[in-house]
Nanobody, 123 residues
Framework: QLHLVESGGGLVQAGGSLRLSCAAS????????IGWFRQAPGKEREGVSC????????HYADSVKGRFTITRDNAKNTVYLQMNSLKPDDTGVYLC????????????????WGQGTQVTVSS
């Protein structure tokens, strides 16, 4: 069974950068589209970005376009989320999951979630 583990979160000042990793074990990640989501207290879980199994299809939420970049390295069984120009509103728990990569990055299309990594952006 595919198991996902997120890492790379932490505390960063506004305008800074972080790179999150979504590492897979138990199966080859190349067979799975991957989505990144985030959730802050009191807010709905938000789809941030997704990438198809081969990397040919990529989508971003409007709130992160131009600042975040999703990539995948199937040889390393890892999907990355490079986050630049971070804002306090980017604060939340970031999770990755397998699913379908569509324009809306809706969580209803995803399953097999990781546990998440905390990202905190200070003013």
């Amino acid at each position: 069974q595919l198991h996902l583990v997120e890492s790379g979160g932490g505390l960063v000042q506004a305008g800074g950068s972080l790179r999150l990793s979504c590492a897979a074990s138990g199966a080859s990640l190349e067979n799975y589209p991957i989505g990144w989501f985030r959730q802050a207290p009191g807010k709905e879980r938000e789809g941030v970005s997704c990438v198809s199994h081969s990397g040919g299809t990529i989508h971003y939420a409007d709130s992160v376009k131009g600042r975040f970049t999703i990539t995948r390295d199937n040889a390393k069984n890892t999907v990355y989320l490079q986050m630049n120009s971070l804002k306090p509103d980017d604060t939340g728990v970031y999770l990755c999951a397998t699913g379908l990569c569509d324009t809306d990055i809706g969580q209803e299309w995803y399953n097999n979630w990781g546990q998440g990594t905390q990202v905190t952006v200070s003013s």
